[in-house]
């Protein structure tokens, strides 16, 4: 992978990709499986302390069944378990799928279609409520009944079509069989799946008691299974999280235990005000981006404070496909053609790569696209050739991060110089993909981006451009992009045995669909692949800081 194109001097870190399972006991690709309570962590440093205070992004959900933003996933990864997890480590081991709540990897049939997890003995939530096997089930039953974004991850478990046509009616799922007490949890698949470890990793999969109202619940969130949990939440203000009392140190090798005691979090989305807090000492860790217009500031004044980390991330403006103009592939020609990407990076103070890709430069399945050559002109007559000139177009963007907001008006100034009639509509990154997710909105186009849940193309191409997983609400499709030969395509790609699912031939059919998307179908319009900035007030020890699953692991800071 190339490096990011940033302001000179700044050190990047490359995080990693892989996926499948082997037919005894599973393991992501490219990773050995483990067993008992095997699987490594980096050597947790330094001492436990008393309270970590940090600045920190807007959330849509404290939940682990609705929630679909990094801010919250960065906070779930030391509270809700999975049964299988991505390790605590930095670079390409935080890859790699280690046992969570299960005392190993799981045994699997040769046909890759029949999963057997055994839980560990002894964990209990943070209520104090002991973890049985038929919380599984009952969790993705929940999911179900919340209506979750995530229920799609999980349509290939046999006995979940009912539940998948009438979500809030969903009860059981025959294909999940536990035995609570020989601690056992058996999953049967339709046909095999590529990624399914990857998707047992995913906090929508995270265990909650079974006594978990099937409503959001915030205040306060359900309890943790990890070695802390969310003590209190107030939505857009703050948050603290304490250590599970009920969390036996060392209890799963994977896990680290954490040095702080308690984090405090205040919520905010004003990058300056973030960034303050860091620099004046009232924070510990700013989660946010550092403001655009301050990085070299930043740079020159705290640059022993600050990290970078390039993400397997893509930034692209979506095109609503059911609805003018953009159901006019001319007119989302012409969007890709009159975007300046350069420009793009810029309004994120070049924190970014210029893409024109829907996957990240750092997989294997890539396959650089340079088809979209800036042409303001071009795009102006593909506009006039669609017959959609001068009409009414809404452009959705989040309005209290500047960068996003920066962007979003950009747009909203490119369609205006194509002749369109351009309104905006700003809205609250809290709220912000919730809106946009509703099909009531009828959100025409918009800034979004993408951090991985893991890293395999299908979480990519099925999950925000597959026609079958398009839903009424929580939809992750917000162009409503469905090309039946290409969902086609997908589906067989993702039920690949793992001894297929990183071969040469299946990369490059990955690499096909990408360039089906981008430029035959002008489904999305790609502009940047994201760099993010970490920055620590000056008692934090920097050498402790991991950088896993595109966050940083608060578990593991720890003072100088």
Known sequence: ???????????????????????????????????????????????????????????????????????????????????VIKQHANGPAGAKIVPGLAQSMPTV????????????????????TPIKASDFEKTIVRDFKLNSPGIGFYSNIVGVDPCEKSPTKCTSIPGIVSND????????????????????????????PPTTPATPQGSPPPPGSGPYYIANYSPHKSFTIKRNPHWQKGAIATVPDGNPDTVQGTIL?????????????????????LPSDRLAQYQKKYGSQIKYFTTPSTYYFFMNQRLAPFNNIKARQAVNYAIDRNQLVKLRGGLGKPTQNFLPPNYPQFKAINYYKYDLNKAKQLVQQSGTKG?????????????????????QGVLKSLGYKASIRELAGGNYFTIVGNQSTKAQIGFTDWYEDYPYPTDWFNVLLNGEKITQIHNNN??????????????????????????????????????????????????LNGVLTSFFSSRMNMSCDVFDDNQDDFAQFCLK
């Open 478 to 527: 917000y162009g409503n992009v469905d090309i039946k030969p290409l969902n086609k395509q997908m589906d067989q790609l993702a039920a690949l045995p793992g001894s297929e699912a990183s071969s040469t031939g299946t990369n490059s059919k990955w690499a096909a669909l990408d360039q089906a998307f981008v430029v035959k179908n002008a489904s999305v319009a790609p502009f």
């Open 269 to 289: 989305d004003d990058l300056a005000q973030s960034a303050q807090m860091v620099a004046s000492g009232q924070a510990d860790y700013d989660e946010n981006l």
């Open 109 to 128: 049939n040769k046909a890759g279609t029949d999963y057997k997890f055994t839980l560990r003995k002894g964990l209990k939530y943070s209520n104090g």
């Open 391 to 411: 009409q009414a177009v809404t452009v959705y963007t989040i309005s209290d991060v500047s960068t996003d907001k920066a962007i979003g008006e950009y747009l």
């Open 1 to 83: 992978m190339g490096a990011a194109v940033v302001a000179a001097g700044l050190a990047l870190v490359v995080t990693a990709c892989g996926g499948g399972s082997s037919s005894s006991s599973a393991s992501a690709s490219g990773s050995s499986s483990g067993s008992g309570s095997s699987g490594s962590i980096a050597s947790t440093q330094g001492k436990t302390f008393p309270t970590l205070k940090v600045a920190w992004g807007d959330t849509d959900y404290m939940d682990p069944g609705l929630s679909y933003r990094l801010e919250s996933w960065q906070l779930f990864q030391d509270v809700y378990l999975t049964l």
């Open 181 to 208: 007490a020989a601690g056992t949890i058996e999953i049967k698949l339709k046909q095999p799946e590529s990624d399914f470890l990857y998707v047992m990793s995913l906090f929508f999969s995270a265990p909650v």
